[in-house]
């Protein structure tokens, strides 16, 4: 079993930034894969970044070139720096740890942290 803890929400203007980080614990070291993912209101939770066990990284079109994902294997930590916010940023954001890379239905989640950007 794994445990996630996200924390690093909030509420920010449009152009904004946030850092939000996810804490795990348990047996954390079968995870091939972190990601975080986003569900905004009335829609499908889909994910918006995954960094692999080799470091390597995946984002969404609608997040490229404005999120960051990285992850501290010392600290058992993941991060998500969002930059440029925009309204259509605004959604409850899940840290996944997937044992099955990609795959959703094989992953345990936090309870989520919500990010709302305001104009």
């Known amino acids: 079993q794994v445990q996630l803890v996200e924390s690093g929400g909030g509420s920010v203007q449009v152009g904004g930034s946030l850092r939000l980080s996810c804490v795990a614990s348990?047996?954390?070291?079968?995870?091939?894969?972190m990601a975080w993912y986003r569900q905004a209101p009335g829609k499908e939770r889909r994910v918006a970044a995954r960094?692999?066990?080799?470091?390597?990284?995946i984002y969404t079109d609608t997040v490229r070139g404005r999120f960051t994902i990285s992850r501290d294997v010392a600290k058992n930590a993941l991060y998500l720096q969002a930059n440029s916010l925009t309204p259509g940023d605004t959604a409850m954001y899940y840290c996944?740890?997937?044992?099955?890379?990609?795959?959703?239905?094989?992953?345990?989640w936090g309870q989520g942290t919500q990010v709302t950007v305001s104009s």
């Open positions: 996944a740890a997937e044992r099955i890379c990609g795959n959703p239905d094989y992953a345990y």
């Open positions: 960094v692999y066990e080799s470091g390597s990284t």
């Open positions: 348990g047996d954390i070291h079968n995870i091939p894969c």
